[in-house]
């Protein structure tokens, strides 16, 4: 049973560019979160999608959206890159209704240069 | 969601007990302490959450204690693969007894287990 999965791996953005990360939730599972996590960090909550909608939502700026598509995988767009956007961004999923932990991706690896 | 306070690193010997302190000293009455851990270049990884009970499953034990302001995990026979940097976080479940929302990470406590 695959986890989550999430792409690309590694990316390379210019400052001002637009990236979009991508993550596939475990099987069965219908919640997705994101989270940013820079060196040397604990991760932090961007935003939370259920149901195709963003359920909540971190200190974060509108340049990052989100979008949950139907079949529970789900998107991360960012918007006119900054240098500080450079991180490691993770997406998590669980089945809502069940009572145990997050499973979370080996997340992509942003640089932006 | 309460805050946890856990020390910034901690060494252990392989094949002794690891023990994993947590202070969550503002937690309310329908706050779980959960334990994630992180491996390097990983995504956390869930470990094991409890209420008020002790809890044991295969990775882990937790303990909590009576006034529920502090927990301990432990880790009985820890080995090379342990070494990670251990999450302590403190949340809410909904009225469902389901639970959705952020996960609030710290500093976390990185455990370092030596040969």
């Known amino acids: 049973d695959a986890g989550v999965t999430q792409s690309p791996t590694h990316l390379i953005k210019t400052r001002g560019q637009q990236v979009t990360l991508r993550c596939s939730p475990k099987?069965?599972?219908?919640?997705v979160s994101w989270y940013q996590q820079a060196l040397g960090q604990g991760p932090q909550f961007i935003f939370q999608?259920?149901?195709?909608?963003?359920?909540q939502r971190g200190n974060f700026p509108d340049r990052f959206s989100g979008h949950q598509f139907p079949n529970y995988s789900s998107e991360l767009n960012v918007n006119a890159l900054l240098l500080g956007d450079s991180a490691l961004y993770l997406c998590a999923s669980r089945d809502t209704g069940a009572d145990y932990g997050y499973t979370f991706g080996s997340g992509t690896r942003l640089t932006v240069v | 969601d309460a805050k946890t306070t856990q020390p910034p690193s901690m060494d252990c010997a392989e094949g002794r007990a690891a023990n994993l302190p947590c202070n969550h000293s503002?937690?309310?009455?329908?706050?779980?302490v959960y334990w994630y851990r992180q491996i390097h270049s990983q995504g956390p990884q869930y470990i094991i959450h409890?209420?008020?009970n002790n809890e044991t499953n295969e990775m882990a034990s937790l303990i909590i204690t009576e006034d529920r302001k502090s927990s301990t995990l432990i880790l009985p026979h820890a080995t090379l693969r342990d070494t990670a940097v251990y999450y302590c976080?403190?949340?809410?479940?909904?009225?469902?007894?389901?639970?959705?929302?952020?996960?609030?990470f710290g500093q976390g406590t990185i455990l370092t287990v030596h040969p």
């Open positions: 976080i403190v949340r809410a479940l909904n009225a469902g007894g389901t639970s959705y929302g952020k996960l609030t």
């Open positions: 099987s069965g599972h219908d919640t």
């Open positions: 409890g209420l008020k």
């Open positions: 503002t937690i309310s009455g329908n706050e779980y």
């Open positions: 999608y259920y149901e195709e909608e963003e359920r």
